[in-house]
């Protein structure tokens, strides 16, 4: 960002200085006479004269000379602006290079521009304009000058606003992402086209294809300022299909659609609509899974306050982050509408330890969900929207409620019923018992984990983001409906935890990012798939 203000505090003028420096004359003696007068009045004349052609003949300033010039005058209004309060008023906004862009969603996006009252705030505001216009992401670059404003009307500024459009409005990605414990691999791409009204608008498709567990395609738009509204509203199809047969016994489809209503830095607030079906094509699902197969109709409004004042979501090293997710389903008056109350936390915390850049980052999360309506106590909750744990993901980049305990596989723990025994399995006996089980989920979840992120004392690895980490891991899995939260206690709760401890090596690309662990599970249940030995995990890098 450029900024050029003139500065008029100088000194004298030239004519003054020269005049300032001039020889001084001594007053006549009385005894002159009036020849001598008229000799000494023309000898001055013919002083002045001389001194007015030298003034003339004096040789333009060169250039180092005029950088001197300029960065003594910058060097004297930084020194004015760090002192005291310098009054500006904005004359006007001038808006270049949008050949395609409307002018209003530009001015929209820097009307803070216009409420300055000193040079300060408008420089303040100038930055934060810039970020917002290239948040859209429809400009190549941005760039906003601060100039002086008309002659005639001191105190005044213009503000120039250049920005130059994408010259490919169309653009896609793709990558292919493992998932170790659920023994997966998907393929996920999206394509982008931006601006294609001049509004702004952003539309996206994108496809995710999961071998042997989970696909998605869907469609977006986003419009950062439509009509004059001051959220975004944003707008999604989608066609979901998921298979837990592994590990539930059960597959999901759902048909949906998503408007967000509210958007900003901390808050955030949609509304869902889709029409989902569970089904069992292997027929061996547990009894709880059969009672909830079949078509329903989730109408939920979802509401998230999140503050993160972490420096890296991926590597923290200071900062911290609180999120809090509420979400109410049964809007819609029909007797397949799911009604349910849906409640998570996520607070986390880092603190530097000032040797190898080593940081130590805290977590704990839990989340609640419960039936509503007539009769709920004795109703289960719908089986989608229960909280499931497990998995390899990094507990410390996966901010939004309970997730992984590592060392478990995904959905690899909590309360199991067995399936259903068909011909031959139901006369042998399975070598893992897990397998025959059928995961179903809590009502209640609990996790925490610390985590120890260092630096490899090898610059090799330094430079390449390689660092290591030691890890503990703990959680719970609570069910609460269907009369259960009559046999809850705090025992059965505390007894309720699962634990594992590790250590591991984190390799950071551009394509992905790679965690080699080693896990020791501390505790486990029965049933629970949990397993000590190496685990990796890909996930995004971003």
């Not at 030298?54 to 003594?72: I, K």
């Not at 310098?86 to 808006?95: A, E, F, G, T, Y």
């Not at 590990?247 to 869902?272: T, V």
């Amino acid at each position: 960002m450029a900024a050029s203000f003139e500065d008029n505090s100088t000194g004298q003028p030239k004519d003054d200085a020269l005049k300032s420096t001039a020889p001084a004359r001594t007053e006549p003696e009385e005894d002159n006479d009036n020849d001598d007068d008229d000799s000494q009045e023309e000898d001055d004349d013919e002083e002045e004269e001389e001194e007015d052609d030298d003034e003339d003949e004096q040789p333009p300033l060169t250039r180092q000379a005029r950088m001197q010039s300029d960065r003594a005058k910058m060097e004297a209004l930084f020194r004015r602006l760090s002192t005291e309060r310098v009054p500006v008023r904005v004359h006007d906004v001038l808006i270049k290079g949008n050949a395609k862009t409307k002018d209003s969603l530009i001015e929209a996006e820097v009307e803070a521009l216009k409420t300055a009252t000193t040079v300060q705030e408008l420089l303040q505001a100038a930055g934060i304009a810039n970020a917002r216009l290239q948040r859209l992401e429809i400009f190549d670059s941005v760039n906003i000058t601060l100039d002086s404003g008309p002659p005639e009307l001191p105190g005044t500024a213009n503000v120039v606003v250049e920005v130059v459009e994408a010259k490919n409005p169309l653009s896609g990605d793709f990558g292919i992402f493992s998932k170790p414990e659920a023994r997966s691999w998907s393929l996920e791409g999206s394509v982008k086209l931006k601006n294609l009204f001049g509004y702004g608008d952003l539309w996206d498709g994108s496809l995710a294809y999961g071998w042997d567990q989970t696909s998605e395609i869907s469609a977006g738009l986003s419009l950062p300022r439509f009509k004059g509204l001051m959220t975004p509203l944003m707008a999604r199809i989608s066609l979901l299909s998921q298979d837990w047969s592994k590990f539930s016994s059960y597959k999901e489809r759902a048909l949906g659609f998503s408007l967000g209503l509210l958007s900003s830095r901390n808050h955030d607030l949609s509304y869902n609509l889709s029409w989902r079906t569970l089904s069992d094509p292997s027929q061996i699902s547990s009894r709880t899974v059969r009672r909830q197969l079949g078509h329903g109709l989730l109408s939920t409004l979802k509401y998230t306050f999140k503050v993160d004042r972490r420096n890296s979501p991926l590597r923290p090293t200071q900062g911290y982050a609180f999120v809090s997710t509420s979400q109410l389903g049964g809007l819609v008056p029909d007797y397949r509408s799911l009604r349910f109350l849906r409640q998570e936390f996520d607070l986390r915390y880092a603190f530097p330890l000032g040797l190898l850049n080593a940081a130590l980052n805290f977590g704990i999360s839990s989340g609640v969900v419960f039936p509503w309506g007539n009769g709920f106590l004795n109703r289960p909750s719908y089986l989608p929207e229960r909280f499931f744990l497990g998995g390899n993901s990094s507990p410390v980049c996966t901010l939004g409620g309970p997730t992984s305990i590592l060392g478990f596989k995904s959905r690899g723990l909590g309360p199991a019923e067995p399936r259903r025994q068909v011909g031959e399995n139901s006369t042998t006996e399975s070598a893992d018992a897990s397998s025959e089980m059928d995961f179903l989920g809590g009502d209640f979840a609990v996790t925490g984990f610390a985590d120890l992120s260092f630096d490899i004392p090898l610059k090799v690895f330094r430079d390449a983001g390689i660092h290591g980490h030691a890890f503990a891991c703990t959680g719970s899995l609570t069910s609460l409906t269907e009369n259960s939260y009559r046999e809850f206690s705090l025992t059965k709760f505390k007894e309720s935890f699962r634990h594992s401890a590790g250590f591991g090596i984190i390799v950071p690309t551009k394509l992905f990012r790679m965690e080699v662990n080693y896990c020791y599970i501390l505790k486990k249940h029965e049933h629970d798939r949990g397993k000590t030995g190496v685990q990796f995990s890909f996930s995004s890098p971003l």
